[in-house]
C-alpha cells in the first residue's frame, strides 16, 4: 500500500497539460480566498497597534511604524469586557440547553416515535425556512412583553426553542439512527425519554458539538436583537456592547477602537480552529441518513 492517500488528481493525471493548468488556477483562486478573508484580521491587528497619529496618514501604511501593543491593555480596560462576556455565555449556555431539552426531545419524537402527523409538521417547519426572519422580530417582541420576559435572559432562550433549522437539522441526524436500537430499548422495559437520555444523546454528540458551535457564532454576533429586548446596560451582551460603546463611540482613538474589535474577533476563530472537526463531521452525518 502506499504511503500517501489517493487524492482529486493523480500523479498520472499531472502528466497532462490541461490537468495542470486547472489545477494551478484552482490553487490560485484558493490562494486569493484565503488572502481575502486573512486581510481583515491582519489590517484590524495593525491598525491596533500602529499609534493614533497615524491611522489617516495618506498614503496608507499596511506596517505600523511603531507597535505599541499596550493599545489592548487601553482597549480592555475601556469597557466593562469581562460583564459583557459574562452575558454572552450565559445567553450561549441558555440556548444551548434550550436546544438540547427542547428541540432534540422534538426532533426525537417526529423520528422514532409514534406522532400523529408527524410527516406533515416535518413539512410545516420545512415551509417556516422559506419565512424572512426579519418578520419574526415584532411578533416576538410583542409576545416577550405581554410575558413579562423583556430585559431577561429568558428573552433570548425562549425564542432559541423554536428554531427551526436545528430541529431539521437534529431530526435527519436521529433519522440515521437504526430504530431496533430502540425497539430492543423499549422491550427491555425502557421509557422514551431513557431512549433519548441514555441512547439517542450520546450518539449524538456530534450533531449537538455542530450545534452548540452555530448556538455560539449565533449569539456572539447577534447585536439588534439584544438592543430591543434588554433595557439594562448590564445585561448587554458583547456584540451589543461593542455597537453601542465602540463603534458609535465619538471621540473615541481609532487604534483602541481597532485593538477593541481584534480582541473580540479573536475567539470565534480560536473556537472554529479547535473544534473545526465537529463541524465538518457533525454536517456530515446530519446530512447522511443510513
Not at 491598525?47 to 499596511?62: A, D, H, I, S
Not at 482597549?75 to 445567553?91: A, P, Q
Amino acid at each position: 500500500m502506499s504511503k500517501h492517500e489517493r487524492g482529486i488528481l493523480s500523479s498520472y493525471d499531472l502528466r497532462n497539460r490541461s490537468v495542470r493548468f486547472g489545477y494551478a488556477v484552482m490553487i490560485a483562486a484558493i490562494l486569493v480566498m484565503v488572502c481575502t478573508m486573512i486581510y481583515p484580521i491582519l489590517i484590524t491587528f495593525f491598525n491596533g497597534v500602529r499609534p493614533n497619529t497615524e491611522m489617516n496618514t495618506f498614503p496608507p501604511r499596511f506596517f505600523p511604524s511603531e507597535w505599541h501593543f499596550e493599545n489592548f491593555g487601553q482597549g480592555w480596560n475601556y469597557i466593562h469586557l469581562l460583564l459583557f462576556l459574562r452575558n454572552t455565555f450565559i445567553i450561549f449556555a441558555g440556548n444551548l440547553i434550550v436546544t438540547v431539552a427542547v428541540l432534540g426531545l422534538a426532533a426525537f419524537s417526529l423520528t422514532h416515535m409514534n406522532v400523529p402527523y408527524r410527516k406533515q409538521i416535518g413539512a410545516f417547519f420545512w415551509i417556516t425556512l422559506f419565512i424572512p426572519p426579519t418578520t419574526y422580530i415584532i411578533p416576538n417582541f410583542m409576545n416577550l412583553k405581554e410575558l413579562g420576559l423583556l430585559n431577561q435572559f429568558a428573552a433570548f432562550w425562549l425564542p432559541a426553542a423554536a428554531n427551526a433549522f436545528y430541529l431539521l437539522l437534529l431530526k435527519n441526524f436521529f433519522g440515521g439512527l437504526h430504530p431496533e436500537i430502540f425497539e430492543a430499548a423499549r422491550m427491555d422495559g425502557a421509557s422514551d425519554g431513557t431512549c433519548f437520555f441514555r441512547i439517542a444523546f450520546p450518539l449524538s454528540v456530534p450533531i449537538f458539538a455542530t450545534l452548540s458551535i452555530f448556538i455560539f457564532s449565533a449569539v456572539w454576533n447577534d447585536w439588534f436583537w439584544p438592543s430591543i429586548v434588554m433595557h439594562s446596560d448590564n445585561g448587554y451582551p458583547l456584540a451589543t456592547a461593542i455597537y453601542k460603546y465602540v463603534l458609535q463611540a465619538r471621540r473615541m482613538n481609532l487604534n483602541l477602537r481597532f485593538a477593541i474589535l481584534f480582541m473580540v474577533m479573536l475567539p470565534p476563530v480560536v473556537v472554529f480552529l479547535l473544534f473545526q472537526k465537529f463541524i465538518l463531521r457533525g454536517v456530515q452525518l446530519g446530512g447522511v441518513k443510513g
